[in-house]
């Protein structure tokens, strides 16, 4: 391993994007040779990350196509991480100037969101990483070899990007490899690690800089609807791409924000009615002759978005100024028993509320086709004689909503 390792380095000062001699050597040991000499210690990578060996995978890439300057082989769960861009792994990063070879646990840079790879923002990794790094603390303070910044040398804007996703890295430089068995040990160690991460993040709420689970969720079930088909590798629910709601578990959310609303309505001297069930509104308050109508939205997530219907937008733009927003956030959802718990979370409520235009985005689209409508001639792709499709929101005003 340490010779296919110092060869990789080697060859590194002499990256074009072009498929030269030397590419060619590089992509036969980054795709071929070092999976395969991993490969022969599956047995031992798969219990130290604590799944079946036929559930781990071990890939290299250097670039289909056009050779990247940065080159890698991963190490990972399958389920956890069915691409390179989500989830997390293991990996060897190859710096550009090939003084460096970093073992990263790193992470995926996108989020399937059903319709396409939406890149995640700097800070949503930055955030990912300050979740991961406390859970392996203890395990990090066994060494002092660890970094958490990796120097890639790089140019290019892919090269450099592998930086911000690092939680904990052991670099090695080119003249100073260790011997393969120190190797496989420090990849063992590592996997540890990663499988620390995956286990927290299978009992976590909600993991900071992933995306709200309940806007995810629409945006999937609005593709799957809309027969928008999915990559090989994309799976629906926990892939590392952020966690989807059971039905139980969304009712157990539902169930506990709507308490917390109550009781603070309640300390703020109103009567509460839950109307939920029958209205487009949850809590129906009085307090003498006043009367509000407050819709209730709980999330596992920071509550910076939330899902809204048609109906709730039209209906509480017409109830203002009476009404409010209640957004109780942070919930924790606790998943190891045969039910869903919830506990805590933090209340926030808006009132009066104001939905604006600029605060709405759609999800999807309902779309007119006039399929069996009585029209002189079927216009073509282009003509000028077929009206354009008028988007949903400007019918509804714009509301954040699933609409099929």
């Given at each position: ?29 980054i ?88 890149a ?55 003249d100073h ?43 999937q ?51 509460v ?11 129906l ?54 039910e ?48 354009p ?16």
């Amino acid at each position: 391993m340490k010779d296919l390792l110092r060869k990789v380095l080697a060859l590194q000062p002499s990256w074009t994007s072009k498929n030269t001699p030397d590419m060619q050597a590089r992509g036969v040991t980054i795709r071929q040779e070092l999976p395969s000499f991993l490969r022969a210690h599956g047995e031992a990578l798969a219990t130290a990350l604590g799944i079946p060996p036929d559930e781990l995978g071990v890939e290299g890439r250097d670039g289909t196509g056009l050779k990247t300057e940065v080159p890698w082989v991963r190490v990972f769960g399958r389920e956890q991480s069915p691409s390179a861009t989500t989830g997390w792994y293991v990996v060897y990063l190859f710096s550009a100037s090939g003084r460096h070879v970093h073992l990263s646990l790193n992470q995926g840079t996108t989020i399937w969101t059903g319709g396409d790879f939406k890149a995640r923002k700097a800070e949503d990794l930055m955030a990912r990483v300050g979740w991961a790094r406390p859970l392996l603390a203890h395990a990090m303070a066994t060494r002092q070899d660890l970094h958490e910044t990796i120097q890639m040398d790089a140019r290019t804007p892919l090269g450099r990007g592998y930086g911000p996703g690092n939680v904990v890295a052991i670099s090695y430089e080119r003249d100073h490899l260790p011997e393969p068995k120190v190797l496989i040990a420090d990849l063992l160690f590592m996997t540890e690690l990663l499988s620390t991460v995956y286990r927290e993040e299978r009992l976590t709420s909600h993991v900071p800089g992933d995306p709200t689970p309940e806007v995810l969720e629409a945006e999937q079930s609005a593709a799957r609807i809309a027969g928008r088909r999915t990559p090989g590798g994309a799976r629906p629910r926990r892939s590392g791409q952020g966690f989807l709601l059971t039905a139980g578990e969304r009712k157990a959310i539902e169930l506990h924000s709507v308490r917390m609303a109550t009781e603070y309505f309640k300390s703020e001297g109103w009567s509460v009615k839950d109307v939920g069930a029958k209205e487009s509104f949850d809590l129906l308050l009085s307090r003498g002759d006043e009367q509000c109508r407050a819709e209730v939205k709980g999330t596992t997530s920071a509550g910076t978005d939330v899902i809204l219907t048609r109906a709730e937008v039209e209906k509480q733009r017409k109830y203002y100024p009476d009404n409010a927003l209640v957004v109780v956030h942070s919930i924790k959802l606790d998943r190891t028993g045969p039910e869903p718990t919830t506990s805590g979370g933090a209340l926030h409520c808006t009132s009066p509320w104001a939905v604006h235009d600029e605060d709405l985005s759609v999800i999807s689209y309902a779309y007119r086709t006039r399929v069996g409508a009585a029209t002189p001639r079927e216009e073509g792709p282009g003509s000028r004689g077929t009206p354009p499709a008028v988007p949903a929101q400007r019918q509804t005003a714009g509301g954040t909503e699933l609409t099929v």
